[in-house]
């Protein structure tokens, strides 16, 4: 049984380094944005509890970004935590927003991606709001991949917040409604967004086998191409994220249809 696993993971790894040697680094999405699912799933088939899971999920988050700087993506989104998930059990939701604010620290402690928040920074703990912001803060000199951590996030919030922030800037320089109606866009409307002057999303790469995106990122995904993988966040690998990548380079983007 130790040999055929060690076997299998020899064989793992030759295909990724060969998977990777023929990656067009030309060809390589942007801006990927993950939903990171699957992490209970993951750790009820281990027999082990849930928040164990969710610290699986957390502990693979350096590995994925590593592998992304490897791969010369620019941007990524990470969604840790949604809306919705505010509605789980207080004994599950307590400790899972403990373990993201550890990641936040540790990724930025580690000095060698920008972090950046999108979400609604109200509706989360005073201490996480305050780990945001110090993260941002010793980050924002850092000229390398950008990390977008989702975090409070659900995509029609965010365009709820993105026609406020709008609504409230005109009120604030004195503009008439029919000249604000008669000007809105959707560049304006994308000014507004938490990911404003940043790329919209080139690949979404969703784990745990579910098909859908679940109100992931809804307005900036509009063209973003998707690759639904099987396999539970805690164990995504190398090679799945190559495969993703090459299933991207091998499709023929056609904006519009």
Not at 133 to 149: F, R, S
Not at 181 to 201: E, F, N, W
Not at 235 to 241: E, P
Request: hydrophobic share 40%; glycine share 8%; aromatic share 8%.
């Amino acid at each position: 049984m130790i040999l055929r696993d060690k076997l299998r993971g020899l064989l793992v790894r030759l295909y990724a380094r060969r998977v990777e040697g023929h990656l067009d680094h030309a060809q390589v999405p942007k801006h990927i944005g993950v939903i990171m699912d699957g992490n209970r799933r993951w750790a009820k088939a281990a027999g082990s509890s849930t928040v164990r899971g969710h610290q699986a999920g957390a502990d693979k988050i350096e590995e994925f970004l590593g592998w992304c700087t490897e791969a010369d993506v620019e941007v990524v989104t990470l969604w840790l935590l949604s809306t919705d998930n505010f509605d789980r059990p207080q004994a599950e939701l307590r400790p899972l927003l403990g373990i993201i604010e550890d990641t936040v620290r540790t990724l930025a402690a580690e000095g060698r991606w920008r972090v950046h928040h999108v979400g609604a920074l109200d509706l989360l703990p005073g201490g996480l709001q305050r780990t945001l912001k110090e993260a941002e803060a010793a980050t924002a000199h850092i000229d390398g991949l950008l990390v977008n951590v989702a975090i409070g996030y659900g995509g029609r919030q965010e365009i709820a917040d993105a026609v406020r922030s709008m609504l409230l800037d005109a009120h604030d320089r004195g503009v008439p409604m029919e000249e604000l109606a008669d000007s809105v866009d959707i560049d304006m409307i994308g000014r507004h967004l938490y990911t404003s002057d940043q790329p919209d999303p080139d690949l979404v790469i969703r784990t745990s086998g579910e098909q859908r995106l679940s109100g992931f990122m809804l307005w900036q995904t509009a063209h973003a191409e998707y690759y639904f993988c099987e396999v539970f966040w805690p164990a995504f690998r190398k090679v799945d994220f190559l495969r993703a990548l090459r299933d991207y380079a091998a499709r023929h983007r056609r904006y519009g249809g």
